[in-house]
């Protein structure tokens, strides 16, 4: 890190103009972060990262080794994409056919999860504090604090913002093991209900 640009930069890294890297940011060996990205305070990129042109990502997102994020994508605050995840940003690609002007928007949410090797297909948000289990192929939409696993993903439980899995009670009312916060389960959606 020097004064310059307040994060720090792997030698190897290949960073593109037109970038807005936050302060305190940490960009590690033989990642490539395109051209117009904007980039949050404190995150932290590992090893063979691609980042696409016009990528977005909050503070404090964690994208671990050999990820590809693709244009279309915008991670908001504390986002973690766990090891050779990979997000799409056409449904139909060819290799003949350019469909650059087709990119899908992909949204994850605040405090989402995506484990490793997982594939998010692009158009289909992630819900925040969503929990996407290591491989699992989303096509669909993911509603905030839904675990969902499998190829096609399936939706199988709900998840803390602290990542313990919840159980709810016969009146839809779930503590986490490890905050001791309280959250509901009603309609089919997840609340966390205020102290």
Known sequence: MDSKTNYFAHETAVIDPGCEIGKGTKIWHFTHIMSDCKIGENCNFGQNVVVSPGVVLGRNVKVQNNVSIYTGVICEDDVFLGPSMVFTNVINPRSAVNRKAEYAK???????????????????????????????????????????????????????????????DDKGIAVCAESKETYRLQNGSVTKIKA
């Not at 669909?140 to 096609?152: C, D, F, Q, R, T």
């Open 106 to 168: 992909t949204i994850v949410g605040r405090g989402a999860s995506i484990g490793a090797n997982a594939t998010i297909v692009c158009g289909n948000n992630i819900g925040e504090f969503a929990f996407i289990g290591a491989g699992a192929v989303v096509t669909k939409e993911v509603p905030a604090y839904a675990l969902v696993v499998g190829n096609p993903a399936k939706h199988i439980g709900w998840m803390s913002e602290f990542g313990q899995r919840l159980k709810f």
